[in-house]
């Protein structure tokens, strides 16, 4: 079981608590956490990979095991860690300032 931690704005469109649970069948990735939570919240399509090239959206940043995850290849393996449910996925919307 994968746990996974979204910003607010994202809880509030999912209409969830501030982790969610999901199964992964095989090999956890980045690309396999977020096609199995956007198949479970059909309404986060495209809000945090592009519909399109479905890569990461620009203010969104990935971590798990206080590591930026953000810019590793998405078929990355996660750690055991976060496969096995002990660490969480973490969704963060990016700050910008100017």
Do not use: W
């Not at 994968?2 to 608590?17: D, E, F, K, S, Y």
């Not at 798990?64 to 449910?85: F, K, Q, R």
Request: proline residues 5%; hydrophobic residues 40%.
């Amino acid at each position: 079981m994968i746990r996974v931690i979204l910003p607010q704005h994202l809880r509030t469109l999912a209409q969830v608590g501030s982790e969610v649970e999901l199964e992964i069948n095989g090999l956890a990735t980045q690309r396999s956490v977020l096609d199995a939570l956007e198949t479970r919240y059909p309404m986060l399509r495209g809000t945090i990979r592009d519909h399109v090239t479905v890569e990461r959206r620009a203010f969104l940043r990935f971590f798990a095991c206080e590591e930026d995850l953000s810019n590793e290849s998405p078929d990355a393996p996660l750690s055991d860690e976060v496969a096995s449910g002990k660490e969480p996925f973490i969704v963060i919307g990016a700050i910008a300032g100017g």
